[in-house]
């Protein structure tokens, strides 16, 4: 399955995602083209919308991924990128932090001042896509850390191996399209500009203005969570 664009893949995964139109559910998008993706799973379900910003980590130089970030304390560390740097501990240890401060300084900017209500609730957190997993494995984490009742994963298109990484990260997963030899998100779109602050703060404004942050009664139970 490709997609014509973010908005048309946030448009067939809300078609998927119906059992969380009712319930204390929070739609989070991953920075930065996991937005425009929530945007449109959360006008479908009618939920509150949110950012989670996170970020690859990469060796100063170099293509090495190391991992990822994420606002909340969220990390992922492969081993093996670790070693291959050749970084002493302390080196590493203060890219990492300075990384992870530049995520939550933007964190801070994107929704000026505001901060999602995470904890006790359902979070749905949408990306475009996952080739490694490692920003949505890092987000598990930080949404962990914050108390998130249960935690959701919905994608566009997604590698098997990013699905075994987050496996058991997660109360359940949602992909559209599993695709083994993906090696960008960006094969599976015939569009896919990369969104600007200006248009992300646009989407976040949109989505408050039309459903502010509710709080349901009933919460739809995926515990155990199925795999698609």
Known sequence: MRFRDRAEAGQKLAGVLTPYRSGDVCVLGLTRG?????YEVARALGAPLDLWVARRLRVPGSRLSLGAV???GGLFLDPQAAVQTKLSGDVLQRFVNQEVDDVEHQARQLRGGLTPRI?????????DGMVTGATVAAALLALKQQGARQRVVAVGVATPKALERIRGRADAVHALTLDPGLREVSEAYDAFPAPTQDEMRRWLTRAREAHPARKA????DVSGGWWF
């Open 119 to 127: 904890r006790g609730c359902t979070a749905l957190l949408v990306d």
């Open 70 to 72: 994420t606002e909340g």
């Open 34 to 38: 996991g937005l425009r993706v929530a």
């Open 217 to 220: 009664d009933v919460a739809p």
